[in-house]
T-cell receptor, first 114, second 110 residues
Framework: KAGVTQTPRYLIKTRGQQVTLSCSPI?????VSWYQQTPGQGLQFLFE?????QRNKGNFPGRFSGRQFSNSRSEMNVSTLELGDSALYLC????WGQGDEKLFFGSGTQLSVL | QKEVEQDPGPLSVPEGAIVSLNCTYS??????FMWYRQYSRKGPELLMY????GNKEDGRFTAQVDKSSKYISLFIRDSQPSDSATYLC??????????FGTGTSLTVIP
């Protein structure tokens, strides 16, 4: 069974640009969450989607947005990039709400903002 | 106060040692407890999953949950250099959000 797939693996952008990251969850998983990971802050929760609806949102500015498609694939978008947005962005899928609380992560997208 | 506290280390042990990693938490509603292993520049990999209190063993790994003390542990027996990674604890209640520790960096020296 394929795991969580994130693309692209690496991204280099400049300040002010925008970026879109993609995530394909494990087959059968309808919940997709996004996290930002930095050395100083650890894993920070961005938002979670279930059946195309955002169920929960972390404490990030409106520049960070996401969506989920009918096939459970998800995208997150960051507009007007800032240097502090440089981080590893992780997508995770689960069967939460379907009787299974385990969370499975992708390999992440390493974003560098110059 | 953070929901989950984890000593960041770093922790350095000789090969073959027993490693003990710990997390404390403040929310008594947490019921699901997980340990993840994360290698450099990779996503976290689910290592152990426990529901409620008690012990769970999987090979060289043992996870313990003490809900009365709000304390969870991961023990690694006969540690190997390949165990060198960052270990993250995570937990969840009945809501739809997971809470993570900041991770403990472990190095096993051959």
């Amino acid at each position: 069974k394929a795991g969580v797939t994130q693309t692209p693996r690496y991204l280099i952008k400049t300040r002010g640009q925008q970026v879109t990251l993609s995530c394909s969850p494990i087959s059968g998983h309808r919940s997709v969450s996004w996290y930002q990971q930095t050395p100083g802050q650890g894993l920070q929760f961005l938002f979670e989607y279930f059946s195309e609806t955002q169920r929960n949102k972390g404490n990030f500015p409106g520049r960070f947005s996401g969506r989920q498609f009918s096939n459970s694939r998800s995208e997150m978008n960051v507009s007007t990039l800032e240097l502090g947005d440089s981080a590893l962005y992780l997508c995770a899928s689960s069967r939460w709400g379907q009787g299974d609380e385990k969370l499975f992560f992708g390999s992440g997208t390493q974003l560098s903002v110059l | 106060q953070k929901e989950v506290e984890q000593d960041p280390g770093p922790l350095s042990v000789p090969e073959g040692a027993i490693v003990s990693l710990n997390c404390t938490y403040s929310n008594s509603a947490f019921q699901y407890f997980m340990w993840y292993r994360q290698y450099s520049r990779k996503g976290p990999e689910l290592l152990m999953y426990t529901y409620s209190s008690g012990n769970k063993e999987d090979g060289r790994f043992t996870a313990q949950v003490d809900k009365s003390s709000k304390y969870i542990s991961l023990f690694i027996r006969d540690s190997q250099p390949s165990d060198s990674a960052t270990y993250l604890c995570a937990m969840k209640g009945t809501g739809n959000q997971f809470y993570f520790g900041t991770g403990t960096s472990l190095t096993v020296i051959p």
